[in-house]
């Protein structure tokens, strides 16, 4: 592309990359890209469903975790548009701004997620810490300022970084890295100074994710020390499995994270190839695995999907 000024942004475009090495597979790759959406979609709006119809699971924990799967619903459905384009019809261009919106729902879908995850581990810890008063600390009305709370924080956050990549100037052909805008290869395209960006961009990071994932290991520091306290070995075991699937939750959601991190400042001349598929692996898995994981683990959750499906079957 031309050379491109702050006020040429209206026509200006971005071209996203498909899976490097690959482009001749693109149809057949679609297959399993798409059955992931599918699964992620489908199983996470089953578990939604499920928590709002069936009153057993009218409780804190399985509130919270209708909370994570609105999370990776909408992070599955802001990248599906340009990554199916991609693979269906090699629709590679976007205009900037459909780019910089894109870029602004992925991140902040996943910093709620993280804030959910966190809540969810805050949940885990009164529940056994003081299980005698978990509903009373963890009414309705907490559980929605909570909700609200890690929107408004993660909307706060996010809402600076597509703002300021607008008033950059954009002088060199605008290619990014993956198939969907993240903020990581948007400051790579102006031909301005980044610094400002890229010093908001860690901080977010510290302030969201960093802090999060702290607080999170302090909870389950303090849920170990509470589950050695307990006397009887069948108390502790009870106690930590029902954290089981929240820690999974965490694994999948954090470690992609951190090995995309380390790719990304480590590895910087490893192959297109495998930091695509770090990226394909921290935004796709745990949208797909995490309702299969909760209802797999946990019995309300499975009896709820079996509920909601008698249900349908009434209606019809």
């Known amino acids: 592309m031309g050379a491109e000024s702050n006020g040429s942004l209206d026509v200006l475009s971005v071209f996203l990359t498909g899976i490097p ?20 979609i489908v199983g996470n709006s089953l578990i939604m469903a499920a928590v709002h119809v069936d009153a057993a699971l009218h409780e804190p924990m399985y509130l919270f975790l ?28 976007i205009d900037f701004d459909g780019c910089l919106a894109q870029m602004f729902f992925i991140h902040t879908f996943s910093c709620m997620e993280s804030g959910v995850l966190l809540a969810m581990s805050y949940d885990r810890f009164v529940a056994i810490y003081n299980p005698l008063r978990y509903t009373a600390i963890l009414t309705l009305s ?29 002088c060199h ?40 994932s702290l607080l999170i290991v302090v909870s389950y520091v ?25 820690i999974c939750a965490v694994l999948l959601y954090y470690v992609p994270m951190i090995g995309v991190s380390v790719m990304h400042r480590a590895a910087k001349h490893a192959s297109p190839l495998v930091h695509t598929l770090m990226s394909s692996i921290y935004l796709f898995v745990p949208p797909v695995l995490n309702p299969i994981i909760y209802s797999v683990k946990t019995k309300p959750v499975r009896q709820g999907i079996f509920t909601l499906f008698s249900c349908k079957r009434k209606w019809l």
């Open 173 to 212: 052909v605008n290619v990014l890295s993956h198939s969907y805008c993240l903020h990581s290869d948007l400051i790579q395209l102006p031909c301005a100074d980044t610094k400002l960006n890229s010093i908001l961009g860690l901080s977010i990071v510290l302030a969201t994710f960093g802090l999060d």
């Open 21 to 40: 090495g690959l482009e001749a597979q693109h149809g057949w790759l679609s297959i399993p890209f798409f059955t992931m959406y599918i699964v992620a």
């Open 142 to 170: 907490r559980i929605i300022c909570m909700g609200l709370g890690i929107t408004l924080k993660s909307v706060t956050f996010m809402a600076p970084l597509p703002i300021l990549l607008r008033q950059l100037p954009y």
């Open 222 to 246: 303090l849920i170990l020390y509470t589950v050695l306290g307990i006397a009887s070995g069948e108390g502790r075991r009870k106690a930590l499995n029902t954290c089981v699937s929240h």
């Open 66 to 93: 209708s909370m994570l799967a609105v999370t990776e619903v909408g992070v599955s459905v802001s990248t599906l548009p340009t990554v199916m384009g991609i693979l269906w019809f090699d629709a590679r261009q």
